[in-house]
């Protein structure tokens, strides 16, 4: 699914840093392919997600907005840049969607405990003065800093999330 992600990260983002993690070459050459860059840390992932996390973040300078995704993920097609950017100006330093986790094909979605869908945030403001630095978790730290999640509002849109769609 990660060619699909980045097609998303082209079409939504002005830069991007993709953080790989025992990366093959074809994944390398992938990213390179969309002129974006590339940020390596081969540290066990599910040891030091939170590290790898705030690392990454660090290497962020300037920005206005985040916009994290998993490799694994697609916006809903009516999330667009102008949607984003309107978004931007609703006074919210962040914005949760709904994940639905795919679930047999691309036209079901799971009810099961624990892979349900649920509010995520996914778009939040780069602010440093709040802190960058991640949930200390070794799993499922999120996708932003804490200030990203506390003050998170829900916007009205979904995120189709592929990993769990087949039993593969």
Same mark, same amino acid.
């Given at each position: 699914?990660? $060619?699909?992600?980045? !097609? =998303?990260?082209?079409?939504?983002? +002005?830069?991007?840093?993709?953080?790989?993690?025992?990366?093959? &070459?074809? $994944? !390398?050459?992938?990213?390179?392919?969309?002129?974006?860059? &590339?940020?390596? +840390?081969?540290?066990?992932?599910?040891?030091? /997600?939170?590290?790898?996390?705030?690392?990454?973040?660090?290497?962020?300078?300037?920005?206005?907005?985040?916009?994290?995704?998993?490799?694994? $993920? &697609?916006?809903?097609?009516?999330?667009?840049?102008?949607?984003?950017? +309107?978004?931007?100006?609703?006074? =919210?330093?962040?914005? &949760?969607?709904?994940?639905?986790?795919?679930?047999?094909? !691309?036209? #079901? %979605?799971? #009810?099961?405990?624990?892979?349900?869908?649920?509010?995520?945030?996914?778009?939040?403001?780069?602010?440093?003065?709040?802190?960058?630095? %991640? /949930? =200390?978790?070794?799993?499922?730290?999120?996708?932003?800093?804490?200030?990203?999640? !506390? %003050?998170?509002?829900?916007?009205?849109?979904?995120?189709?999330?592929?990993?769990?769609?087949?039993? $593969?």
């Amino acid at each position: 699914y990660m $060619e699909k992600t980045m !097609k =998303e990260f082209n079409r939504l983002c +002005d830069k991007v840093i993709i953080a790989t993690n025992n990366a093959t &070459q074809k $994944e !390398k050459d992938l990213i390179s392919s969309y002129g974006f860059e &590339q940020y390596e +840390d081969n540290r066990e992932w599910g040891m030091h /997600q939170d590290k790898i996390k705030t690392d990454l973040l660090a290497k962020v300078k300037e920005a206005d907005w985040i916009l994290p995704l998993d490799m694994d $993920e &697609q916006f809903c097609k009516e999330v667009t840049r102008e949607v984003l950017e +309107d978004l931007t100006n609703k006074g =919210e330093i962040a914005w &949760q969607f709904t994940i639905v986790n795919l679930y047999g094909d !691309k036209n #079901h %979605f799971t #009810h099961h405990t624990g892979i349900k869908r649920f509010w995520n945030t996914r778009f939040y403001k780069y602010m440093p003065e709040l802190g960058l630095k %991640f /949930q =200390e978790k070794r799993l499922h730290c999120g996708l932003g800093p804490p200030y990203a999640y !506390k %003050f998170a509002w829900y916007a009205p849109y979904y995120i189709n999330h592929y990993g769990l769609m087949t039993e $593969e």
